[in-house]
């Protein structure tokens, strides 16, 4: 079968900021964050970023992560990386759990600022006093073991995410633990061979979750998107720089091919054309 090129850079008006399908979703935080004049484009003028291709061995890993807790979940019992980390609790039994797992579903709730905002969640357990504790399950493949977050822009990113899972919970109605937890599978490069298999070393990394700055984010973004003009360029955006330099190039060749064009064009047939578009 041939490739679809699926990339379509006008959205339907319905997904942008004011349609009914339109919600602000956890990465959609971040991606303001990231840059403000990219957010605007993708959310208020409707043209996105292209995407890139998914990480399916993450998704692989992700989905036997959660057959695995599940297991325990209907058992009531503690997995044993729960038991191996002394995390006293339990896989939270809820009637909406698939849904708060499902990409553009999740938990949801809608803002004092009209917006409606959602994340999808991985994990969440119950301690013994009923109050939640927010999981989030990692797979990558780095030397050493994985024992805490560092301070590089993903990690910052990672404890951003766990924050605003708690904060949506919490908007929920539910008690959640300030601790939240990052399952990590490390796939080690250190075998003999690969051998069709590839074997992971299963951490967890505990992280302070911080929710101070959602509201006064969500105040942001509430006027970035009421706005008609576009946003500063976030400071380490690729994008927007990418964007500039092109069209620079694009308008320098559009320029040079019109006065081309019109050094071999008669001059009666340059004066028909300016008269047909006037």
Not at 25 to 41: A, G, N, Q, T
Not at 59 to 86: C, G, N, S, W
Not at 93 to 114: A, L
Request: charged share 30%; aromatic share 12%.
């Amino acid at each position: 079968m041939a490739y679809e090129y699926k990339y379509n850079p006008n959205r339907s008006a319905d997904w942008n900021y004011g349609g009914k399908k339109w919600r602000l979703s956890r990465s959609k935080l971040d991606f303001f964050i990231e840059c403000p004049r990219c957010f605007y484009l993708d959310n208020k003028l409707g043209t996105k970023r292209p995407g890139f291709p998914s990480f399916n061995l993450n998704i692989a890993v992700d989905e036997l992560f959660k057959k695995e807790f599940d297991v325990h979940r209907e058992a009531k019992t503690p997995h044993p990386v729960m038991e191996q980390y002394k995390i006293n609790a339990v896989p939270f039994v809820h009637k909406n759990m698939d849904t708060w797992r499902e990409n553009f579903e999740g938990i949801e709730y809608k803002h004092e600022s009209g917006m409606t905002v959602s994340g999808a969640i991985d994990d969440v357990w119950m301690t013994p006093e009923g109050k939640l504790i927010i999981v989030d399950y990692k797979s990558t493949s780095k030397d050493g073991s994985i024992t805490e977050l560092s301070d590089s822009p993903w990690d910052q990113q990672y404890k951003r995410q766990l924050g605003v899972y708690k904060w949506l919970l919490e908007q929920n109605g539910f008690k959640v633990e300030d601790t939240g937890y990052l399952v990590y599978a490390n796939a080690s490069k250190d075998e003999d061979g690969f051998d069709g298999k590839l074997v992971f070393e299963t951490t967890i990394v505990p992280v302070e979750t911080d929710t101070n700055w959602i509201e006064p984010t969500l105040e942001k973004i509430k006027d970035c998107l009421e706005k008609d003009h576009l946003p500063a360029i976030g400071e380490k955006c690729e994008f927007c720089p990418y964007r500039e330099a092109c069209g620079k190039k694009l308008q320098k060749i559009h320029k040079d091919t019109k006065v081309t064009n019109a050094e071999s064009t008669p001059a009666s047939t340059i004066a028909d054309i300016k008269k047909k578009y006037a």
